[in-house]
């Protein structure tokens, strides 16, 4: 029989409490394929380097998880991503993936969002897990944003939520288009008096605690405090949810 292996590849976060949605969306993974040996790889190098130097816990990254795969006799393995978008880090864990395989066979889940069928999906979790909204409130996602062309997927997922009929639900991004300025707009048009803010991401880490919670002048809740709205904090990230795990894990058994 073939020495079959797991590996969930996530961005991966420095921060440990933030670490337990890659942790719950891995045990969930682990569960569904039994017959395989579970483990754990994140494409970030400057978190991989500052988990080792503070908390003395060496993750690989995909090449070097994959090398010691192929050293130890693993004939297949599943890659499952963790990444919200097929973007920048996501085809540098292809490319690693690919490049250190050797004779293993191997296959890639999808990330979060890639058919069409995934953003309906996770809209529709988003908004039954969402509070009720007033006529005067709105929400709004927060989710990194990159200069890769998928950046339009987070436009996509904003109009995922318009097609479903919530028209306040918003989604800006931290390093790419829509950002702030662009919500701001939203709102004011809706003349919207509370905003609840929340990390589109996976995990609640450094985005999510600083550039969207922090007490910094320059995060989001600081900038619409400023502009005059009320704000509200849910600082969870998108993996400790239970439909969200659902879609990775179909993901993943799809692979």
Known sequence: MAKKALAVISFGTTY?????????????????????????????????????????IKIPNPAELMEQLRKEGYEEVVCQS??????????????????????????IGKPMLYAHEDYMEVCRALLADMPTLQPDEAFVYMGHG?????????????????????????????????ELDYICKRLEAHCVRKVWLAPFMIVA???????????EPDSW???????????????????????????????????
């Open 82 to 107: 963790l990444h919200v978008i097929p973007g920048i880090e996501y085809e540098k864990m292809c490319r690693q993936i690919e490049q250190a395989a050797g004779e293993m066979h191997v296959r």
């Open 205 to 215: 880490g450094d985005h999510a605690q600083n550039d969207l919670a922090g007490d």
């Open 16 to 56: 440990p409490e933030a670490r337990r949605a890659i942790e719950t969306l891995e045990r969930r993974l682990a569960q569904a394929m039994p017959e395989h040996h579970f483990y754990r790889a994140f494409t970030s190098q400057m978190v991989i380097r500052k988990i080792e130097r503070e908390e003395g």
């Open 146 to 178: 990159t200069e890769h062309m998928v950046n339009a997927a987070y436009s996509q997922t904003e109009n995922t939520f318009r097609y479903l009929g919530a028209e306040r639900v918003y989604v800006g991004t931290v390093e790419g288009f829509p």
């Open 221 to 255: 809740k600081s900038q619409l405090e400023a502009a005059g709205y009320e704000t509200e904090i849910c600082l969870r990230g998108l993996g400790e949810m239970e439909q969200i795990g659902a879609i990775f894990e179909a993901h993943c058994l799809n692979a």
